[in-house]
């Protein structure tokens, strides 16, 4: 027997318009659709799918992420690497919240410890922030993470960037992101690296998502396929004009000090999750070396 989209929604625990999204995104199609007057129903089996789905979405993967958990044809290897890329996703943005946290707990000790709102202000400001940031940089412990074969597929410049044409070749990429298909990670990759080949000088670099499988490329969008690698993680904070002096600080010092190698010249990764915020002073993008082990 078929359920009005109604009484689906509400033993479903989700709204009507929900549903519709879900459709719209090819998440839950009907089980029919009347055809004279639009009404929608669903079969009593499509609860199973639905709730797969609000576990999916309540565990924080993005909806296009989803898609791709639910296919039925993905691969067992292809399900963990998803899982694998989502944990990295949380971690990443619970470091974030943790840096926000430590800020907070700073404004509240300067306040119990008879400081004015005004010296919280001052605390505060670009200026400040970038001496702390810089203390910090001088102490930091680098972080090595594993991380697992990846497909990538997007949109590819190969040069100098002597004009700055890798920022015009994202805003060409985040224009066609929704045609990329199975997806299974919402962070955006900024991948360089250096081609046998190339003239002296150039390299590549490669905005792109990761996929789960290479299908459906869209039309002058280019693939990379990376074995696992260890990479030592970066952060940059803030402004676009200094992310230059952290990409020194990582070779001349950063590297060096921690007596890491990189595994191949010219390979990085840039790692833009849901932190990072266009390079406002709150914004935070990660940056992945590959290392020798």
């Not at 989803?66 to 296919?71: H, K």
């Not at 490329?217 to 990376?226: D, Q, S, V, W």
């Not at 790692?271 to 935070?284: E, G, I, N, R």
């Amino acid at each position: 027997m078929l359920i009005k989209i109604g009484d689906f929604a509400k033993e479903g625990g989700v709204s009507v318009k929900a549903l519709r999204h879900y459709e719209k995104l090819g998440l839950l199609q009907p089980a029919w659709v009347n055809r004279f007057n639009g009404y929608r129903y669903y079969a009593p089996e499509q609860f199973t799918r639905l709730d797969l789905l609000q576990a999916y979405k309540h565990a924080g993967f993005p909806l296009k992420q989803i898609a791709a958990l639910l296919d039925p044809h993905l691969s067992g290897r292809d399900f963990c690497v998803i899982l694998e890329q989502h944990a990295q996703t949380l971690q990443d943005q619970a470091a974030a919240l943790q840096n926000k946290l430590t800020v907070v707990a700073a404004c509240r000790a300067c306040l119990q410890q008879g400081g004015t709102r005004s010296d919280v202000e001052r605390s505060l400001s670009n200026r400040k922030h970038i001496q702390i940031s810089e203390k910090l940089e001088e102490t930091m412990n680098i972080p090595v993470k594993s991380l697992p074969a990846l497909k990538l597929v997007g949109l590819r410049y190969q040069g100098k960037n002597e004009n700055n044409e890798i920022a015009d070749t994202w805003t060409a990429f985040n224009q066609r992101t929704q045609e990329i298909k199975n997806v299974i990670n919402s962070a955006a990759y900024g991948v360089c690296f250096i081609p046998e080949g190339l003239p002296e000088g150039e390299f590549a670099y490669l905005c792109a998502f990761p996929v789960s499988e290479f299908r459906d490329i869209p039309a002058g969008m280019a693939t990379l396929e990376l074995e696992p690698i260890q990479a030592a993680v970066f952060e940059h904070r803030g402004a676009y004009e200094t992310l230059g002096k952290t990409y020194a600080n990582i070779y001349q010092k950063w590297l060096p000090e921690a007596g890491f190698e990189p595994l191949k010249k010219g390979l990085d990764m840039e790692v833009y999750t849901d932190a990072f915020k266009d390079f406002a002073p709150d914004s935070v993008m990660y940056i992945y070396v590959p290392i020798q082990t």
